[in-house]
């Protein structure tokens, strides 16, 4: 935004980006959270609030666009509220998909070894102990870069996280092959535990890159008593690099010096740019297949539709259109809904506060 930041300020724009990044996903977070206290305790499709949920596109349009207006309207105050409130929220979509991935799992390894069936099926063996050891190896792999690239030395609190992390997977997996816990679930394996283990390497890797770089006044840097005032300084990198005589100069063009410590120092400019777009388009499939699969297996986690609905009103049976010609329905609820209305949009809620703490690096 030009016409509000200046080109002398570089890190205006970063700033103006998170505050409307902040703003869209306080009006998103409403809108679902709107939506869930409306389609509570829908029993079927027939009940008269169903339609909020299979209709009103219109509406709900122009809703969600309020909402987008109105946030730009709240204090710049409330942005440190919101964020502790993000930061709540995206960790319990972690836990969610994490619950729902165990899960997953599960339901996989019991069908490629066949004890749905009541039978063990010997490809299923070989194949499932064939994905661990690949799964494993990229975990390997993934910690490997983790040390070489965040774990430098002088970075003792990177060294800290990463050695629970590893430490928490070899009790996993150690855990996973006792005969004890093979004798009270049969269906344990390291199929698992590797799944687990790489998802582990994986949030491991997204907390380090939330790391922001550290930064120094310049000014402190010349009362070191150094004099190569325009020579790159080994292990950081000057935010501008331009030729300059006198240090009044190159304090007047940039303050600060920014310090690539714990985390890779980019090769470009735009490294960052690109890391974050990639980053975006992996966490929106994330947050779509999370929040579709945890929705769709609400009852796994203690939420179930209850037959009944919460207001007396007159229901009245309605038959399936496509029996009279109408259009072709996959699921007809008319009977019964076959997911919870108010936890799907719940979950989109703790997805829209995920999306919004990955797109700010989980700070201010």
């Known amino acids: 935004l030009p016409e ?33 206290l409306l389609t509570m305790c829908v029993p079927s499709s027939n009940h008269w609030r169903a339609s909020i949920q299979n209709g009103y596109w219109l509406f709900k349009f122009i809703v969600l666009s309020g909402f987008c207006v109105a946030t730009f ?131 491991t890797w997204s907390g380090l890159t939330s790391e922001p770089v550290e ?19 080994a292990g950081s990198s000057l935010a501008t690099q331009k030729a300059v005589s006198t240090p009044a100069q190159i304090i007047e063009e940039e303050k600060f010096n ?9 090769a470009f400019p735009e490294s960052d740019r690109i890391a974050a777009y990639a980053g975006l388009v992996i966490m929106f499939g994330m947050a779509v297949y999370g929040s579709v699969r945890t929705s769709h297996e609400a009852h796994k986690l203690g939420v179930r539709t209850e037959g009944k609905s919460c207001f007396c009103c007159l229901l009245t049976k309605r038959d399936n259109p496509s029996l009279h010609g109408g259009q072709k329905v996959i699921q007809n609820e008319a009977q019964g809904v076959i997911y919870s209305y108010s936890f799907f949009h719940f979950v989109f809620c703790l997805a829209a506060l995920y999306m919004m703490m990955q797109l700010t690096n989980w700070y201010m």
């Not at 700033?15 to 709107?34: D, I, P």
């Not at 690239?149 to 009790?171: A, D």
């Not at 930064?215 to 300084?233: C, R």
Request: hydrophobic share 45%.
């Open 4 to 36: 509000i930041c200046p080109p002398s300020n570089s890190g205006c724009a970063h700033l103006v980006g998170y505050k409307a990044v902040y703003r869209m996903g306080l009006a998103v977070t409403s809108f679902y959270f709107l939506l869930m």
């Open 73 to 203: 309207f709240v204090p710049n105050d409330f942005n440190i509220y919101w964020m502790y409130v993000g930061m709540v929220g995206g960790s319990m979509f972690i836990i969610l998909q994490l619950i729902l991935l165990v899960d997953f799992t599960h339901a996989w390894h019991a069908s490629w070894v066949g004890r749905r069936q009541g039978q063990r099926n010997k490809c299923g063996i070989f194949g499932t102990v064939v994905v661990s050891l690949l799964l494993f190896s990229l975990a390997v792999v993934g910690t490997i870069f983790l040390f070489i690239h965040y774990g430098t030395e002088g970075c003792t609190t990177n060294h800290i996280f990463l050695g629970i992390n590893i430490g928490l997977c070899f009790l996993l997996t150690f855990l996973t092959v006792l005969p004890y816990t093979k004798k009270r679930n049969p269906n344990t394996g390291l199929l698992q535990a590797s799944v687990i283990c790489l998802y582990v390497v994986y949030l």
């Open 215 to 233: 930064k120094s006044i310049l000014l402190d840097t010349f009362k070191t008593g150094k004099l190569a005032l325009t020579s790159n300084v």
């Open 258 to 266: 920014y310090t690539y410590k714990c985390r890779p120092d980019p």
